[in-house]
């Protein structure tokens, strides 16, 4: 071999070799990621193929798909005829429990379980705001709307009185949930029928305006200002109404507001009306102490305390459905005196004296039991009064029976033995009677008033 060819045998490059191509393992990798994306993403989705009402909702996490149903419900319309009046169900306030129906869609199907892939669709119930869904319609067919005439309450010059509402009409609002629900269901944008027309109830009922108008009169019958259950001062009952303002709300209910300015007058003549003197007193007792009559015991005095804010309370218990109206006033005691009194007869001196806490106030000629119907002695008491009787009895002296009529003023103490009148002689003084104690009708008609039943009596020799 010669030196040149030894040198290109040094120097000539050797050729490298060659390396192994992977180009299968770059492929592969993106491909391993998005599976294992895939697989990762199906334990968050709802599966392929679930409808909830007539809203594809596959592939999709329950947020996105709540808010799908809804957003397609707010977007469904109901139209009334071919080319009427338009409403969507965002015009209805329609509502799906989207979240809910989600999450049980998602609990049920989810997207890594195969099996439950393009399952039956999952009812989804519409619901509207009816009053809402009322004032959508009204808005978008007046012509089909007729208002209802609202129930109201009015003073008559005696009382309040009502006047009942009047239903309208209008589109039923029911009926046109029903076919919101129908094409929401089938997937449909939009659903053509032809108007259904319903009553249409005012919010202000009859029913209402009779609870208030009866509340409002009772307040009439009480209305007045009291000293405690005394109705001091009575209100006429047309001055009360025009004290109060009667008025609706929104919902339909009555208010009742009072107006303290025009209550005010009527309080500026409390004064005259309220306060009073007291007036001294007598109760009359027995001789036991017990009171036997406490009908002129006396009446106590009292002064209203002040006027200030009671025009302003009254007008707020109005308002509140309290008509009496209490007012604050002090009590200026009584003074009352007790009496005993005593019919005292003395057989002896055939004479009744009147006796007032054992001091004679009067005294006058009677006429007793004659012997043998002897008026009997002892402490007895005023039991029956009557004004006017025929006395009947037997005479236990002679045994004859007697019948007298028209005796006046009589007064039992002691069984058949009585005070009472006399016309038939004038012989005062004188045993003349049957047991009872006689004496002119003037003189029994002045004990007659004088002593009370229960008044004692005194009969002694």
Known sequence: MSADADQRVEWAPAEPTRKKRRLGLWIGIPAGLIALGAAAASLFLIAPGTTIGGVSVGFLTPGAAAAAVQDRLDETTVTFGDGGASVSGADLGARVDGTALAASAFEARPAWNVTQWFGDPIAAPVTVDDAGAAAALRDAAPDLYVEPVASSVAFDGSNFVVTPDVPGSGIDVEATRTALQGAFDSGATDAVIEPEIAPVTSVTTTAAAEETAASLNGMLDSVGFYVGDERTVPVDRAVAASWMTVTTAEDGSFAVAADPALIQPVVDTLPDLVNREPVNGVVFANAAGTIIDDSDAGVEGRALQSTDGIAAGFAEQLANGDAAYRLPVDVVPVTTETITRLLEVNLSEQRLYLKENGVVVDSWLVSTGRPGADTQ?????????????????????????????????????????????????????????????????????????????????????
């Open 377 to 461: 002695t002892g402490r007895y008491t005023i039991g029956w009064k009557t004004p006017r009787q025929d006395m009947r009895g037997t005479a236990p002296d002679s045994g004859v029976s007697y019948v007298q009529p028209d005796v006046k003023w009589a007064m039992y103490f002691n069984g058949d033995q009585a005070f009472h009148g006399v016309y038939w002689h004038s012989n005062w003084g004188t045993r003349m009677s049957a047991g009872c104690v006689g004496m002119p009708d003037s003189r029994a008609a002045q004990i007659y008033e004088w002593a009370v039943a229960g008044t004692d009596v005194w009969v002694h020799s």
